[in-house]
């Protein structure tokens, strides 16, 4: 028998007796589905078909001139723009920390790994608050920025700041384990065939990253887009000038225009199903490639 059969055979006993160590009755497993399936529809399903439904109640008209009015359109570009800047700066901090927690040693490096958290752990509103304190006309800043005629808090400056600071830990988090998992090896056989630091980053670290990094961008895209609590604070609610997609949803609702706020948070949910997709993708691509790295390992 050829070691590719005997390793094909191995394979499939071992998933044979996974398969036996973890079945249940029927009845169970149908069970876990239909409660599985149950609260996505009570909890996902549902939702969503109220929003697109709610967003086309008075007709696809409607819907249209609510996504172009000159507040709805100013919202969706500040939304893009503050998405559009923050991720790069996300990209770079989350690379540059995850290649330095996983790739070194050095002290400190429980502390940069606690403060790369700690987003998670801060209430969005207090981060807002953070930046009015130092920002704000009455801030550490506030008078050297009035002074030099500057403007951070209820301008575009301070909505990026705010979502910069709700999303940089995904990216970062995304590779770290990553990395750590793939170790240093073929980054120090680079070193010692003569590559340079740019060079192994561009042709082995980032090559072997390149699912988890895409798959992290997507998930601070999605994040930036629909943040909500940090930008509510440090935006001012200027109609027509500092107000994202999620704030004006709120502003609409909030004013009886129904038909409105649903078309703005459709097409949110919109963006939200693009993104899922997207993630989907990556996620299967990635596994896939894991798939045939561990067969072509097996095979050599």
């Known amino acids: 028998m050829s070691t590719i059969s005997v390793t094909q055979h191995s394979r499939y006993q071992a998933k044979v007796a996974r398969s036996r160590a973890t079945s249940e009755p029927a009845w169970i497993r149908w069970v876990l589905i239909a409660i599985a399936l149950a609260f996505l529809t009570l909890f996902l399903f549902i939702p969503l078909a109220a929003v697109f439904t709610e967003a086309l109640r008075k007709g696809f008209d409607t819907y249209i001139n609510a996504l172009v009015d000159p507040d709805?359109?100013?919202?969706?570009?500040?939304?893009?723009?503050?998405?559009?800047?923050?991720?790069?700066?996300?990209?770079?901090?989350?690379?540059?920390?995850?290649?330095a927690i996983a790739k070194f040693d050095f002290k400190g490096k429980s502390i940069l790994i606690t403060l790369i958290d700690l987003p998670f752990a801060v209430s969005p509103v207090v981060a807002g608050l953070i930046y009015v304190l130092i920002f704000g006309l009455q801030g550490w800043f506030g008078e050297w920025l009035l002074d030099?005629?500057?403007?951070?808090?209820?301008?575009?400056?301070?909505?990026?700041?705010?979502?910069?600071?709700?999303?940089?830990p995904f990216i970062a988090r995304e590779l770290i384990p990553l990395m750590q998992a793939q170790g240093k090896d073929e980054e120090e056989a680079a070193l010692v065939l003569g590559a340079s630091g740019w060079q192994i980053l561009w042709r082995v670290t980032l090559p072997n990253i390149k699912w988890g990094l895409l798959y992290g961008m997507i998930l601070t895209n999605a994040r930036a887009m629909g943040e909500f609590g940090a930008v509510s604070v440090v935006s001012g609610h200027i109609r027509g000038m500092t107000n994202t997609m999620p704030l004006l949803v709120e502003i609409l609702y909030n004013e009886y225009q129904y038909a409105a706020a649903f078309a703005v948070a459709s097409l949110l949910a919109l963006l939200a199903l693009v993104t899922l997709a997207l993630k989907t993708f990556v996620e299967w691509q990635a596994a896939k490639n894991a798939e045939e790295t561990e067969l072509a390992v097996m095979q050599s």
């Open 148 to 168: 030099h005629d500057m403007k951070v808090i209820f301008a575009i400056p301070g909505i990026v700041l705010a979502t910069v600071f709700v999303t940089f």
């Open 72 to 99: 709805a359109l100013s919202a969706i570009q500040l939304t893009l723009i503050a998405a559009a800047i923050a991720l790069p700066l996300n990209l770079v901090f989350g690379v540059a920390a995850a290649w």
